[in-house]
């Protein structure tokens, strides 16, 4: 007879996950034979750039990638992280200390918390936001303190509502820009604001940079491009989305020495690091950025917006044109509460949206939509969306 349950007791500490409801009704739904047009989860529907995949099937057959990779990664995948990121940002790295290969940014983000804070240490996370901020806080038995996103501040987080009894524990300050879910872009100067901030209460700054890559306007900043950044900033980074190529699992750390370092450690102890096919792969990614075929995929994504958001208008929503990403975060019809509002679009126009309140509870009140769907999906979708009576 058992006399205790196997089940760690940090898991019960984790945030309810709301989206297992709305995944369960979708299953639902398609089983019941019905027409389901998913805007749920961000992952991308086209495939990889062939020229992408034609290098990994080059890189496979090589046999010095069928060895354990290095941790931090391959010499020349981090050498031309370090081009990437001298061309796009003007930021030098040096890519034997401030780079380090990661499978996805999630995972890095993941194991972030392990290698930085220590258990009591308070991790300020953004609110709404990417869960795994918060995870890896619980995993690594460190607290974690919400910083409100909102409307009226351009979802930007207000450093100075921090309680100072927070602070004086605080130690990792979570930045993610251009946002997840509510497709924000921040400008240098809240870099800047951010940087100063960091500097005065003594904290490391992790910025989320996934979506860097992913615009329609002017390109989105690093915060590393700021002079002294990288004694306490440091950027996670994500082909996933650049390049459709989220099942591959490749990423990477860029920025202050010793986070990167301590990250490797931790994964050095995890992980035996990103095939080395994959990386080979990944750097015909990031040396051709303006190859015909990744520029396709904003293309693809700037038509799929353009086609939401002037929908979403006709009928009567409230929706802005987000600038980066390939999310857009809509309020709900008639104040309605979010995961109200999924339930009854799943319901009565077979439409997968995710309730705000699932990022956080400054999520409440909107609705995220993932631009995963063709052009022609959109508009039955919108159609579909404007027969609901709110």
């Given amino acids: 007879m058992r006399s205790r349950t196997w089940r760690a007791e940090r898991l019960g500490k984790l945030p309810p996950y709301l989206f297992v409801e ?25 495939p990889t750039p062939k020229f992408i995949v034609e290098r990994m099937c080059d890189a496979v057959r090589d046999p010095a990638n069928h060895r354990y990779p ?12 370090a081009a990437f990121f001298e061309r796009r940002f003007g930021v030098t790295l040096d890519p034997e200390k401030e780079v380090g290969a990661l499978l996805g940014s999630k995972e890095g983000i993941g194991h972030f918390a392990t290698a930085m804070l220590n258990p009591g240490e308070v991790a300020l996370v953004p609110d709404p936001g990417y869960p795994v901020y918060i995870s890896g806080a619980v995993f690594s038995e460190a607290a974690y303190h919400r910083m409100p996103l909102r409307v009226e501040r351009g979802f930007l987080p207000d450093l100075a509502a921090i309680p100072a009894d927070v602070l004086r524990r605080a130690k990792v300050l979570w930045l993610n820009y251009p946002n997840n879910p509510t497709a924000a872009c921040a400008p240098m100067s809240f870099f800047e604001e951010a940087l100063a901030f960091a500097r005065k209460h003594d904290l490391l700054i992790a910025q989320d940079a996934a979506y860097s890559e992913t615009y329609y306007e002017d390109p989105p900043p690093s915060i590393l491009q700021l002079p002294g950044a990288k004694e306490r900033c440091i950027e996670f980074h994500s082909l996933s989305k650049t390049f459709n190529m989220t099942g591959w699992r490749i990423g990477f750390s860029a920025g202050n020495a010793e986070a990167v370092t301590a990250l490797a450690d931790v994964k050095n102890n995890l992980d035996s690091g990103v095939f080395g096919a994959v990386q080979d792969a990944a750097i015909a990614g990031l040396e051709n950025m303006h190859h015909p075929e990744v520029r ?3 293309d ?10 002037s929908g979403l208008k006709e009928i009567g929503w409230e929706v802005n044109y987000p600038k980066a990403t390939f999310y857009l975060w809509a309020k709900c019809p008639k104040g309605a509460a979010s995961m109200d509002a999924a339930k009854r679009i799943l319901a009565e126009a077979n439409v997968v949206v995710i309730p705000g309140i699932g990022f956080g509870t400054c999520g409440e009140g909107f609705v995220r939509f993932a631009l995963t769907v063709e052009t022609p999906r959109i508009r039955e979708a919108v159609s579909r969306l404007g027969r609901i009576t709110w």
């Fill in 22 to 46: 709305i995944d369960r009704a979708k299953q639902a739904a398609i089983e019941a034979g019905r027409d389901v047009i998913d805007f749920g989860v961000g992952d991308p529907d086209r």
């Fill in 70 to 81: 290095l941790g931090r990664g391959k010499r020349t995948f981090r050498r031309t992280v």
């Fill in 296 to 298: 396709g995929i904003l």
């Fill in 300 to 309: 693809t994504y700037r038509e799929r917006r353009d086609a939401l958001v």
